[in-house]
């Protein structure tokens, strides 16, 4: 009979020892829930926050990409024009050989007259029928146009460079906040794993409790996040920032470069020393900044996704 008893006891003993963990689950819960619904809360505001700044980040990087780009072009018509220039006939440059050849012309030399002779009639007629007006006029619209483009390439530049540098600026300004996302989802995630725990525990001992549809709504509306994604979507806005920062850079320093250039005479040799370094800079400037656009774009998809979990989320608690 006693052996009957002790089994008996033994087999009663974790139902017992559950049933009063059960009756202290309810207490239990009610702290886990209250830190949970702290941390889970508060994500909706910080993933908006950094949705925020990922497109901020994505719209400067457009507009760098552009100002580069519209550089980039502007520098190339720039270039092509200068060599046009350096070819086309000039009128003061033929003027002044008519002026040379009239005073040698006039020495008492009549070889030396000869010799002048035939280039000082070309030269007459060059300008007496008017082909001295329409280069002349070419130049002067070959000037322009140089003019311009090295302008339009500056503008264009600085824009690139501000575009860097503001899609720079912002990105890594979102950095604090992602740490902030992951602390706070981390925090999160571990609180809806023990309402899990408590949820089965309490299911066990009392199945008709009413917290239980509560455990299982936020448990089921909690899915989802995952702050490693999200560590991943934070060093894609490092490597955004990082791209936006050397297409600020070399913006800002082939704006400078244009303006030196513009001082200057480039016609001389158009292809080599600052007009050149200019153009290339403003193509390095787009370049960068519309690989910091693409990231920060794909950002933000990451994170809309990433947002619309954490809404669930919260609205759960």
């Known amino acids: 009979m006693k052996k009957v008893l002790v089994l008996l006891l033994i087999s009663f003993l974790p139902w017992a020892v559950r049933a009063a963990d059960g009756d202290d689950v309810p207490t239990q819960y009610g702290a886990t829930v209250a830190r949970a619904r702290s941390a889970c809360g508060s994500l909706p505001d910080k993933l908006n926050a950094v949705k925020l700044l990922a497109g901020i980040s994505t719209g ?128 999160c995630m571990t609180g809806v794993a023990e309402i899990g725990r408590q949820r089965m525990e309490l299911m066990a001992v009392n199945p008709g409790d009413a917290s239980l549809a509560e455990m299982s709504r936020i448990v089921e509306n909690c899915r989802g996040m995952n702050p490693r994604n999200i560590d991943e979507i934070k060093n894609k806005m490092k490597t955004a920032g990082i791209a936006s920062a050397v297409g600020g850079a070399a913006g800002l320093a082939g704006g400078v470069t244009s303006v030196m250039a513009q001082s200057g005479n480039p016609v001389a040799d158009p292809k080599t020393g600052l007009n050149a370094a200019s153009t290339v800079l403003s193509g390095v400037s787009g370049a960068a900044n519309l690989g910091g656009a693409v990231i920060s774009g794909g950002t933000l998809s990451g994170l809309v996704k990433n947002s619309e979990a954490a809404d669930r989320c919260a609205k759960a608690f």
């Open 60 to 187: 400067a990087g457009v507009v760098g990409t552009l100002g580069g780009g519209t550089g980039l072009v502007a520098g190339g018509i720039k270039l092509a024009t200068d060599v046009e220039l350096g070819n086309a006939p000039d009128p003061a440059v033929k003027l002044a050989r008519l002026k040379e050849l009239e005073q040698v012309a006039s020495q008492p030399d009549d070889n030396a007259l000869i010799t002048a002779l035939p280039e000082v009639f070309e030269l007459d007629e060059y300008f007496m029928k008017g082909k001295a007006n329409m280069d002349q006029a070419n130049l002067d619209m070959l000037r322009s146009r140089s003019h311009t483009a090295g302008n339009v390439r500056t503008v264009g530049a600085f824009v690139g460079g501000a575009g860097g540098a503001g899609g720079a600026a912002v990105s890594f300004i979102s950095l604090k906040t992602f740490d902030e996302i992951i602390e706070a989802m981390n925090e």
